[in-house]
């Protein structure tokens, strides 16, 4: 893998401060002090990766209606579970109106297209797959999508720059689609493993709709320093992954079956999610789990465990 220096981090830094630019400078200039306030007292809402309790096989529907019933307002689907839904008889217009009727907001989905690869075939059946679950998204009404390193885990020396012009062709895609796709950090992965990479690679990208999809545990898994994420920039994060580990299982074998709920063991929760910079919308805080000791108990008291844990930690 490529080096990354100083000068390079203190250039991804400032341009990834500039992500957000959705909105447009002159809206942004008309916000008024009372909209900023309003906006600092709400700065985390809390959301259900469907990881959490997709051990129990509940199906697409009822993950759903665990996650209203447990009091969650935002959820982040699987799009292999979409998918089966969908081959056994559902329809996106049914889907739909189940999350319209249960108040809930698919605010990201996971996905696993491989997009980033450096074989020309693969990337290109991986962005034409990305297509389809696009599409499909959009009409759910989930206009987010992960874009992890997926195909470009087992081995290193992925060039950052070329990383960097495949995300731009996938969030150019996403933005004529409704559906931007989420620079995902993975720390088991031996590449985009750690937050100086992505930074680097959304920084590079140059575009105006990237953002960055990170996670408590990947943060540690990847040997990470947490204290890097003030270079992260404003809105630069919209949904972080949540979740708990102890420090007895040390970065290099600890796996994701590991993750505990959040509040449980050392990762020191507070002090990440202080460092991130919410302004205009709130950070989506999803809790992301893959414990089979969860996955033998009942899905709705999971769910509601989750929940009450993420408010316990007064965030």
């Known amino acids: 893998m490529m080096q990354i220096s100083r000068r390079t981090l203190i250039k991804a830094s400032g341009t990834a401060a500039g992500m957000a630019l959705i909105p447009s400078m002159s809206e942004a200039k008309s916000n008024s002090f009372a909209n900023s306030s309003a906006a600092a007292k709400n700065k985390f809402e809390f959301s259900l990766n469907m990881s959490t309790i997709m051990g129990q096989k509940l199906g697409f529907i009822k993950e759903l209606e665990v996650a209203a019933q447990a009091g969650y307002k935002h959820c982040e689907i699987w799009v292999p579970t979409l998918e089966t839904y969908l081959k056994s008889g559902g329809t996106i217009a049914d889907a739909r109106k189940r999350i319209a009727d249960l108040g809930i907001k698919v605010q990201n989905a996971i996905g696993f297209a491989q997009w980033i690869v450096d074989d020309e075939s693969t990337r290109n059946k991986g962005i034409e797959q990305l297509k389809r679950e696009m599409d499909l998204l959009a009409q759910l009404g989930c206009h987010r999508t992960a874009a992890p390193p997926m195909g470009a885990t087992k081995e290193g020396g992925l060039d950052l720059r070329?990383?960097?012009?495949?995300?731009?062709?996938?969030?150019?895609?996403?933005?004529?689609?409704?559906?931007?796709?989420?620079?995902?950090?993975?720390?088991?992965?031996?590449?985009?493993?750690?937050?100086?990479?992505?930074?680097?690679?959304?920084?590079?990208?140059?575009?105006?709709?990237?953002?960055?999809?990170?996670?408590?545990?990947?943060?540690?898994?990847?040997?990470?320093?947490?204290?890097?994420?003030?270079?992260?920039?404003?809105?630069?994060?919209?949904?972080?992954?949540?979740?708990?580990?102890?420090?007895?299982?040390?970065?290099?074998?600890?796996?994701?079956?590991?993750?505990?709920?959040?509040?449980?063991?050392?990762?020191?929760?507070?002090?990440?999610?202080?460092?991130?910079?919410?302004?205009?919308?709130?950070?989506?805080?999803?809790?992301?789990?893959?414990?089979?000791?969860?996955?033998?108990?009942?899905?709705?008291?999971?769910?509601?465990?989750?929940?009450?844990?993420?408010?316990?930690?007064?965030?």
């Not at 709709?209 to 809105?235: M, P, Q, T, W």
């Not at 999803?286 to 709705?300: G, H, I, P, V």
Request: hydrophobic share 45%.
């Open 162 to 315: 070329r990383a960097a012009e495949r995300y731009r062709t996938i969030l150019d895609l996403g933005v004529s689609m409704s559906v931007i796709p989420q620079l995902e950090m993975w720390g088991h992965s031996k590449n985009l493993n750690r937050v100086a990479d992505v930074l680097f690679v959304a920084a590079e990208a140059g575009h105006p709709a990237a953002r960055l999809l990170l996670d408590v545990f990947h943060i540690y898994k990847g040997e990470s320093s947490h204290a890097c994420l003030h270079l992260v920039g404003e809105n630069a994060i919209e949904v972080f992954h949540v979740n708990d580990y102890v420090t007895t299982m040390k970065p290099g074998v600890i796996t994701d079956a590991d993750r505990i709920y959040a509040g449980d063991g050392e990762a020191p929760i507070k002090k990440i999610v202080g460092l991130l910079k919410p302004s205009s919308q709130p950070v989506i805080l999803s809790l992301e789990l893959f414990n089979k000791t969860l996955y033998q108990q009942d899905a709705l008291m999971v769910a509601k465990t989750g929940l009450a844990k993420l408010k316990a930690l007064n965030l």
